[in-house]
């Protein structure tokens, strides 16, 4: 198959496909040659921030001379960015291949009388075939929804489990309270696997504490004492370290987002338990200041942002991190239809100043009405609320309205990826 059509084929998957098991994904790799078993695994979980978390861990690795292989997910605007190699997303050819191999055990499976791999099991099995082609020996796993029915937990015995802030989010999946979706997340403590986690609120984190006990594993929770912000200059955030194992010095990421330090924190603890004494702090503190993780806090062009925040824990991350200096704010937004989007309407409208609203819509068929979305915004504010349909009239309407306003597009990730394909485009 040409990459066009094995693209075509992938996305086609969710139409003939059902959810699987994870002993069905244990037999799939198990077609594929154990692929994870090639390589030592880190297995990332949590509400906000996993990728953040996945792109800091798999650069401090590559800074300590290991071979890394990252699968994350969604994809921004090309379907390749799930599965990179030493920070680099596959060619085409190298995606083809693995398709072609990943294909043809399928195909196995199915004169056998097995399930075809859903959409998620079939990328994650070609990632674990280019992981174990290349040679990478570290993969950073991301799971996709919740983590213990997620197909990456079909790997039996990772090197350590990384769970991030907890938030409401899919709940439909996982539970309607903060407890009930840290007792999914935590699904992916392994009997005597250390975890690393991300201190939230009693509810969720005495659930991972519970879960970790009751496998003897290991335990330990990184909280906002673990590290002081010292501010934000030429749009990077700078932090220091409460253990001295990192020493007296300051650290910076390219991202003005608060959450951050905190993510970065979370990874480098990781990173602590994996090389101890024998690790490179200082190329550590290098690698994490060149990270530039696409559509968090991302100023794609001159004073217009984009960032993936879709629930309503991320847009309380993301309002605290707008700059509060009187410049001036546009906010463009959309959302999909099983997202709690009143509670982030409310929450931009309240606690953000802006001075303009744009609703737009994204191009999928869980796109929230915008003209709904516009009367929600009317509802909590007295701002100007502008409903553009069409995405790039949208992104238009705000370029030329700017006059010296910072603009933030916000609500899904598919817009995010929209936006920066249109930006492409353009250039």
């Known amino acids: 198959m040409t990459y066009d059509e094995a693209v075509k084929y992938i996305l086609d998957i969710p139409r003939f496909t059902k959810k699987n098991d994870a002993q069905h994904t244990r037999t799939f790799l198990e077609y594929l040659g154990n692929p994870q078993e090639k390589c030592r695994v880190l297995h990332v979980a949590g509400t906000n921030g996993k990728g953040s978390v996945c792109a800091y861990l798999d650069a401090m690795l590559r800074a300590e001379g290991k071979k890394t292989g990252r699968f994350t997910s969604p994809h921004l605007v090309k379907i390749n960015e799930r599965i990179a190699v030493d920070g680099i997303p596959v060619s085409d050819d190298l995606f083809c291949e693995a398709f072609g191999d990943t294909y043809a055990?399928?195909?196995?499976?199915?004169?056998?009388?097995?399930?075809?791999?859903?959409?998620?099991?079939?990328?994650?099995?070609?990632?674990?075939?280019?992981?174990?082609?290349?040679?990478?020996?570290?993969?950073?796993?991301?799971?996709?929804?919740?983590?213990?029915?997620?197909?990456?937990?079909?790997?039996?015995?990772?090197?350590?489990?990384?769970?991030?802030?907890?938030?409401?989010?899919?709940?439909?999946?996982?539970?309607?309270?903060?407890?009930?979706?840290?007792?999914?997340?935590?699904?992916i403590i392994r009997e005597g696997v250390p975890v690393f986690f991300a201190e939230t609120c009693p509810e969720s984190d005495s659930v991972i504490e519970k879960t970790a006990a009751a496998r003897h594993s290991f335990c330990k929770k990184i909280g906002k004492d673990a590290y002081e912000i010292l501010g934000i200059e030429n749009k990077r955030i700078a932090f220091s370290c409460a253990n001295a194992y990192y020493g007296n010095t300051t650290w910076t990421l390219n991202n003005i987002a608060l959450c951050q330090p905190g993510n970065a924190m979370l990874a480098m603890e990781t990173m602590r338990y994996l090389f101890g004494d024998e690790g490179h702090r200082d190329r550590w503190r290098e690698a994490l200041a060149e990270v530039k993780w696409e559509g968090r806090m991302e100023e794609i062009l001159p004073d217009i942002y984009i960032d993936g925040a879709h629930n309503i824990s991320a847009v309380e991350a993301f309002v605290e991190s707008v700059p509060k200096d009187g410049r001036g704010n546009i906010v463009l937004f959309s959302a999909v239809k099983d997202k709690d989007y009143r509670k982030m309407i409310s929450c931009l409208c309240s606690r953000m100043d802006a001075d303009l609203y744009i609703v737009t819509r994204i191009r999928d068929g869980r796109a929230a009405d915008a003209e709904e979305l516009g009367r929600i915004f009317r509802e909590h504010t007295d701002k100007p609320v502008m409903v553009i349909t069409d995405l790039p009239e949208a992104l238009g309407y705000a370029r030329q309205n700017r006059n010296g306003r910072r603009v933030w597009c916000l609500g899904s990730l598919y817009l995010t990826g929209m936006i920066k394909e249109l930006i492409r485009e353009d250039a």
Request: aromatic letters at 8%.
């Open 105 to 187: 055990q399928v195909k196995r499976m199915e004169e056998k009388g097995l399930s075809h791999p859903t959409f998620f099991e079939f990328l994650f099995g070609m990632a674990m075939t280019v992981f174990a082609r290349e040679g990478v020996e570290y993969a950073v796993l991301e799971t996709g929804l919740g983590g213990r029915m997620d197909a990456t937990t079909a790997v039996d015995r990772p090197e350590a489990c990384v769970i991030t802030s907890i938030g409401m989010d899919h709940m439909q999946y996982l539970g309607n309270t903060l407890a009930e979706i840290a007792g999914e997340k935590a699904g």
